[in-house]
């Protein structure tokens, strides 16, 4: 492990994101990306169909290679730059990644994938409360904890995703589109579950096509345009905000 002392007690920044660069081949998907996220916070990013949210995301997590740097303050409260750890570390630190396309496993049970998401922690009667939140949150996955998980509904299946992430026990949640391709009853759920989660205490950083709904429940937001951030506020700011109005909520 590589943790640096620079920590502040004062400064309630989490992850700090500075010019993060990202090619995949001659494409260069991240151009200069910055921008910070505080303990507490739900923090969104929208955009466009293939702005670089997810990549941003991807890198964070150390699952692309990047330039630039990113650092985040571990549980035990020191700064620690994650260009330099690997993916498996990460989870560690108390950073869990909810990804694009859910990432759970379709043919272990619904049981099997919420253990998988505490892999990395050996505090055996916290994991089975954490367990026991998780059924009491959305009970329909204590109903199928022993269905296979590729057996549940695409709805069932978000939850799944994001109550595994959860199962890490992380200080920051990383959210890929947890709205993609579910009915519009399920995505108010889902983001109902999203801000239960932040007044339990999990800051989020959130990828989101809904701009409406993501702007609604978040603190802060920034908009990401070809590889960069274009435009940065608070949620309700930028609700209002006509070039938001305009761009990403349908013009009324
Ligand atoms: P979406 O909501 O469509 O996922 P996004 O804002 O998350 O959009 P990214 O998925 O990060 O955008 O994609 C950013 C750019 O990188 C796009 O031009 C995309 O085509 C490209 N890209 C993403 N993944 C790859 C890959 N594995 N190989 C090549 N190009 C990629």
């Not at 595994?164 to 579950?193: H, Y």
Request: charged content about 25%; aromatic content about 6%; glycine content about 10%.
């Amino acid at each position: 492990m590589t943790e640096s002392k620079k920590e502040t007690a004062q400064d309630s920044t989490i992850l700090k994101v500075e010019n993060l660069e990202v090619s995949y081949g001659g494409i260069q998907a991240l151009k200069g990306l910055s921008f910070e996220v505080k303990a507490g916070e739900i923090v969104s990013l929208i955009g466009a169909n293939g702005a670089g949210k997810t990549t941003t995301l991807r890198a964070i997590s150390a699952l692309v290679p990047y330039k630039g740097n990113v650092e985040f303050k571990t549980k035990s409260g020191t700064v620690t730059s994650l260009s330099k750890v690997q993916q498996h570390e990460i989870v560690t630190f108390g950073l869990a990644h909810s990804p694009e396309g859910r990432g759970i496993f379709p043919n272990l049970t619904v049981l099997e994938n919420l253990v998988m998401g505490s892999y990395s922690r050996n505090d055996k009667e916290e994991i089975a409360k954490d367990l026991e939140r998780c059924f009491v949150s959305f009970p329909r996955l204590r109903e199928r904890s022993k269905q296979k998980a590729g057996t549940l509904s695409g709805g069932e299946q978000q939850m799944l995703a994001i109550w595994r992430a959860l199962m890490a026990k992380p200080s920051l949640l990383l959210l890929d589109e947890p709205s993609l391709g579910l009915a519009p009853l399920i995505v108010a759920q889902i983001f109902e579950i999203i801000k239960d989660v932040n007044k339990e205490g999990v800051t989020i950083l959130l990828v989101e096509q809904n701009a409406r709904m993501a702007l609604k429940v978040s603190n802060r937001a920034y908009v990401v345009e070809t590889g960069k951030i274009s435009l940065s506020g608070t949620g309700k700011s930028l609700l209002d905000d006509p070039r938001i109005v305009a761009s990403y909520l349908g013009g009324h």
